[in-house]
């Protein structure tokens, strides 16, 4: 009988392991920098981004990159992601009302709210948005977000305009 409790605690023990890592949070560092203005957020099957600040230094970038990088294996219509800047005070308007406009990536058409917004990939894919950084107010409050409908409560985080 202790022969075979020791494996079945060994195979217990691993699966516990398993699942803390699995339910530990994102990584809260932000966006690597690909030269100083480019940014890619990673989107997964489980809808998390793998960061959760992006940082913008306007002096040195007239124009900003933002890349989301599907890296999961489900399709658009399905777990599709995109990514989408706004006024922090803006989000859950920007994505309420563009929930149901599949047909222009989940961002309502002509909403002057949205500062830049990728379009909206499935799993394998990958898009960018390049925007003027003029629009953007040193120390001001902005979040990036997915706004595939119901995401964007989990799929969020900070934009740092220095």
Do not use: Q
């Amino acid at each position: 009988m202790k022969k075979l409790m020791i494996p079945a605690i060994a195979a217990l023990m691993s699966v516990a392991v398993f699942a803390e890592d699995a339910a530990k949070p994102a990584d809260t560092a932000a966006a690597p920098a690909d030269g100083a203005c480019h940014a890619v957020a990673k989107g997964d099957d489980a809808m998390k981004f793998d960061i959760k600040e992006i940082k913008i230094n306007k002096a040195s970038c007239p124009e900003f990159t933002v890349e989301i990088d599907h890296v999961g294996k489900l399709p658009a219509a399905a777990m599709g992601h995109n990514v989408v800047i706004t006024k922090t005070a803006d989000v859950d308007a920007v994505a309420k009302e563009g929930a149901g406009a599949a047909a222009t990536n989940y961002v309502k058409d002509g909403d002057t709210r949205v500062i830049a917004h990728t379009k909206v990939v499935g799993g394998g894919e990958k898009d960018s948005v390049t925007f003027k950084t003029d629009v953007l107010e040193a120390g001001g409050d902005y979040d990036f977000f997915c706004s595939f409908p119901g995401h964007y409560a989990v799929m969020r985080g900070k934009v740092v305009v220095e």
